[in-house]
């Protein structure tokens, strides 16, 4: 059983950056692919970014270019660094872990789910 937490969202103005960290427990994430995902209210949940065991990440056209999924497995945490942040970034961002070790882009390839944090951006 995995338990995943994350942190470091907020309110930001348009342009500015976020850092999300995603930490675990219970178990070691070296072997899982780790996904980001966000729901905006009245909308289907989305991939943002995901990256595998071995580190090959996945973005998003969406925000390609401006974050970035990294992973500290010494740390058992997995990052998303957000620049540039717009308005229609405002979700509810879920970290997820895929027990099969790639960068899953679907929410049915990932068996764990942390409670989300809020991220809003104003214009």
């Known amino acids: 059983q995995v338990q995943l937490v994350e942190s470091g969202g907020g309110l930001v103005q348009a342009g500015g950056s976020l850092r999300l960290s995603c930490s675990a427990s219970?178990?070691?994430?070296?072997?899982?692919?780790m996904g980001w995902f966000r729901q905006a209210p009245g909308k289907e949940r989305e991939i943002v970014a995901a990256?595998?065991?071995?580190?090959?990440?996945y973005h998003a056209d969406s925000v390609k270019g401006r974050f970035t999924i990294s992973r500290d497995n010494a740390k058992n945490t997995v990052y998303l660094q957000m620049n540039s942040l717009k308005p229609e970034d405002t979700a509810v961002y879920y970290c997820a872990a895929n027990v099969m070790g790639y960068a899953g882009t679907g929410s049915y390839e990932y068996s764990y789910w942390g409670q989300g944090t809020q991220v809003t951006v104003s214009s």
């Open positions: 990256i595998s065991r071995i580190s090959s990440t």
């Open positions: 219970g178990r070691t994430l070296g072997t899982y692919g």
